[in-house]
């Protein structure tokens, strides 16, 4: 009997083929895309004399105990000349009640209210809206009511971002750590979105941005019509705004670990799920331009992992060529994902990377695949 020779094998030269052209792909966005972030500088030293007024705007809806515990942090920020502006948006617990007490403690904290009506049903960019007019300052920082700041450094690093004159400073919200495979899921992922936007932004090519660590100047939001163009989307107050107004001139990014805003992860699958169908129910709203290379990207690296497989069990007798180029691709992963992982606090999950790769591509088309059909859900 002959022995099998790939080289005269059509089929094996067609597999092997499209998985060698799917790497091709993903060294790309690997070595051009990421590995701005991977060179990318983090300043020790801010610039202590480049201290602008702030605006912190935060919009909460029942979130009294996470207040309790985050407020206090943002408001004791080492910052000469900021407020804070809190719209309570229609609170049926004890928020109210909360922010008087703090009001009376911090003449910098100022408080909206927002009264629901029954013919007045808004969503988040409603609150942020208002958050926005009440601002007294140019320069406004976003975050969540669920979010804390790693250090009372926060605001200093954000402003350095707008010392050469940009309009949008991306910063970076990691979620804390806690045990089981979903919040080791959600970190990684959280990690490789960042990644993904904050490379991006090195590029030029900004596409989103996080309502947990962002800012950005009151005049580019008036004199692009602020939320006008997707109000009628209950999501995207962050990235569809980001999407909309960056420039390859006008965005800086911040990641300097005093800078980074922790938040709680979701604790259920569940609630995971409705969160990033939100997310995907925006992401519909992008360019198109930037729709084509975030699913050029994912698309790429899901059917890599699917054509290796096939490869494999079609032609199980040469599986060290398969392996070979996984390898090769997992090796520049690992240089490249490194140093971006060290910078955004989650070195650890390197040892993991090769299933939650694997995880990360399959859950991201499985859900998008499935936000498709499902209604969209409101932010509270």
């Not at 005269?8 to 792909?25: E, K």
């Not at 070595?31 to 201290?51: M, S």
């Not at 992922?189 to 936007?197: G, K, L, R």
Request: one cysteine or more.
């Amino acid at each position: 009997m002959d022995m099998f020779d790939p080289f005269t094998d059509v089929a094996f030269l067609s597999l092997f083929g499209i998985c060698g052209l799917l790497l091709v792909f993903q060294l790309y966005f690997l070595l051009f895309v990421y590995g701005k972030l991977t060179i990318y500088k983090i300043l020790a030293k801010r610039n202590d004399t480049a201290t602008p007024p702030l605006s912190v705007i935060i919009c909460a809806r029942n979130e009294e105990q996470n207040l309790r515990q985050n407020l206090p942090s943002i408001l004791a920020q080492d910052y000469p000349n900021f407020e804070v502006i809190l719209v309570n948006d229609f609170s049926e617990d004890d928020t109210k009640w909360l922010l008087k007490e703090l009001c009376t403690q911090h003449k910098h904290l100022k408080v909206v209210e927002i009264a629901e009506h029954v013919r007045l049903k808004h969503g988040k960019k409603f609150a942020v809206t208002l958050g926005i007019k009440a601002a007294q300052h140019e320069l406004l920082v976003f975050t969540d009511a669920d979010c804390v700041p790693q250090s009372d450094q926060w605001l200093r690093h954000m402003a350095d971002g707008f010392i050469g004159g940009e309009e949008i400073v991306l910063g970076y919200s990691p979620y804390v750590k806690k045990p089981g495979l979903l919040n080791t899921l959600i970190r990684f992922e959280t990690f490789h979105t960042a990644m993904s936007y904050l490379s991006y932004a090195r590029k030029g090519r900004a596409y989103m941005g996080v309502g947990r660590n962002l800012a950005y100047t009151k005049s580019l939001f008036f004199r692009g019509k602020g939320f006008a163009s997707h109000m009628h989307i209950a999501s995207g107050d962050d990235d569809l705004f980001v999407n909309e107004n960056a420039t390859p001139h006008n965005t800086a990014i911040c990641i300097h670990p005093e800078a980074q805003v922790w938040s709680e992860p979701k604790a259920t699958f569940a609630a995971y799920s409705r969160q990033k169908t939100r997310h995907a129910g925006a992401s519909k709203a992008y360019k198109a331009s930037h729709r084509r290379m975030l699913a050029t990207q994912v698309i790429t690296a899901l059917l890599f992992y699917l054509f290796s497989i096939a490869t494999v069990i079609v032609f199980p007798q040469y599986w060290y060529a398969v392996a070979g180029i996984y390898l090769f691709r997992l090796l520049v992963q690992l240089i490249i994902y490194y140093p971006i992982m060290k910078k955004l606090q989650v070195s650890r999950l390197i040892w993991m990377l090769p299933l939650l790769d694997v995880m990360y591509y399959a859950y991201i088309c499985f859900n998008g695949f499935f936000a498709l059909f499902k209604k969209e859900v409101k932010w509270k």
